[in-house]
């Protein structure tokens, strides 16, 4: 008579109860996620969107290659620089520099190099724990150059989008 036992004393009643459960922890989790990440588009750039295609502005970049205009981003201790290798640049005016996080937007910077002797310097710290996405460009946005800073690495080339003719 003693010997009724109840079901929740079953592992196998836990197991049809829990796995249920945590299908649905999961996928509000996956939702959560996918609502916070932000945009969808593969560039940082304003795109139009064409019959589900996404459609940049090229112009600064083929303004940069037309330039024949190309350089080096270096990291130092507290400062990043850019150094002209080749190309015609105004050295008197400014550059902006956007720095892109891989895979999270709030991580995303931009600062304004002001000239400096040997090319462009700003006051910023960037740590080398992941790759950086980097442009380049002018204050006024007329031309623009792309790179990426490896992991670890404290230079990078950065030349523009679009190859030559």
Same mark, same amino acid.
């Given at each position: 008579? *003693?010997?009724?036992?109840?079901?929740?004393?079953?592992?196998?009643?836990?197991?049809?109860?829990?796995?249920?459960?945590?299908?649905?922890?999961?996928?509000?989790?996956?939702?959560?996620?996918?609502? !916070?990440? &932000?945009?969808?588009?593969?560039?940082?750039?304003? /795109?139009?969107?064409?019959?589900?295609?996404? /459609?940049?502005?090229?112009?600064?970049?083929?303004?940069?290659?037309?330039?024949? +205009?190309? &350089? /080096?981003?270096?990291? $130092?201790? *507290?400062?990043?620089?850019?150094?002209?290798?080749?190309?015609?640049?105004?050295?008197?005016?400014?550059?902006?520099?956007?720095?892109?996080?891989?895979? +999270?937007?709030?991580?995303?910077?931009? /600062? +304004?190099?002001?000239?400096?002797? @040997? *090319?462009?310097? $700003?006051?910023? $710290?960037?740590?080398?724990?992941?790759?950086?996405?980097?442009?380049?460009?002018?204050?006024?946005? !007329?031309? !623009?150059?792309? $790179?990426?800073?490896?992991? &670890?690495?404290?230079?990078?080339?950065?030349?523009? @989008?679009?190859?030559?003719?």
């Amino acid at each position: 008579m *003693g010997d009724e036992r109840s079901p929740w004393r079953e592992p196998m009643v836990w197991l049809i109860v829990a796995l249920p459960l945590s299908s649905i922890v999961a996928g509000f989790s996956l939702l959560a996620i996918s609502v !916070r990440s &932000g945009s969808i588009d593969a560039v940082a750039d304003p /795109v139009v969107r064409t019959a589900q295609i996404q /459609v940049s502005d090229l112009g600064p970049d083929e303004r940069a290659r037309q330039l024949g +205009l190309s &350089g /080096v981003f270096r990291v $130092g201790i *507290g400062l990043i620089e850019f150094l002209p290798v080749t190309g015609d640049f105004d050295r008197g005016a400014p550059l902006r520099v956007a720095i892109g996080h891989p895979t +999270l937007a709030s991580a995303d910077r931009e /600062v +304004l190099l002001q000239p400096a002797e @040997a *090319g462009w310097r $700003g006051a910023m $710290g960037l740590e080398g724990a992941h790759d950086w996405r980097l442009t380049i460009m002018a204050d006024d946005g !007329r031309w !623009r150059l792309r $790179g990426r800073l490896p992991k &670890g690495q404290l230079a990078a080339r950065v030349q523009p @989008a679009v190859g030559s003719p």
